[in-house]
């Protein structure tokens, strides 16, 4: 037994409460991103863009333009979509920052959505987390790290964007699915930002 172990006073979350959590803590980033995405976002340049891409799929389907075409042209238009959008990356960003880290380092290891759950993180000794645990953690559990390596992306052309996507995105996936596999059948139920951090997400009860 390691140290720190023996005298633990918290048991592990369950994998519903941490779900329920995080889909509270989902909705509430999305609806404060999307808010402070409204004065930046110019509609008319991406609902022209859209409008070229569903007139390029259209004349996919009526065999206008061959594969090729469609693929060259689907990529160009969504590239652009994308860039133009591309502020709203930024925004989304500094609110999961602001969230995630700087709002759950004030409030010990917790966000609303933990807090409405009744759950927390902690250390692995169940002592309480600094800022730099709540960094570690939430950079790569709650895809910061990810969005970071997309806009960065966004910079470096149409080729190296879609390139990078696909890789940033697939260890991304994997990443999730692996923390999924190890809350649910781990004894002390710890993602893989948990064992990167060295904390633990913890029930609160009373003793």
Do not use: C, W
Request: proline fraction near 0%; charged fraction near 25%.
């Amino acid at each position: 037994m390691k140290k720190g172990e023996k005298n633990q006073k918290y048991e592990k979350a369950l994998f519903s409460k941490r779900l329920v959590g995080y889909l509270i803590d989902y909705f509430i980033v999305m609806m404060i991103a999307s808010v402070l995405q409204i004065p930046f976002l110019n509609n008319k340049n991406v609902e022209k863009l859209d409008k070229q891409l569903l007139e390029t799929v259209d004349k996919y389907n009526k065999q206008e333009i061959d594969l090729q075409t469609y693929f060259n042209q689907y990529l160009d238009y969504s590239y652009l979509i994308t860039k133009e959008s591309g502020l709203s990356v930024l925004i989304t960003i500094i609110v999961d920052v602001l969230y995630f880290i700087v709002l759950q380092a004030y409030m010990g290891g917790q966000t609303l959505g933990k807090k409405l759950m009744k759950i927390k993180i902690v250390k692995n000794d169940d002592g309480d987390v600094t800022v730099n645990d709540v960094t570690i953690r939430n950079v790569i559990n709650n895809d910061i790290l990810a969005n970071i390596l997309l806009a960065i992306l966004l910079l470096m052309g149409k080729n190296v964007y879609f390139m990078g996507t696909l890789v940033v995105m697939s260890i991304q996936y994997l990443v999730t699915f692996l923390s999924i596999i190890f809350i649910l059948f781990r004894k002390d139920g710890r993602s893989v930002a948990d064992l990167i951090a060295k904390t633990r997400v913890v029930s609160l009860k009373e003793e």
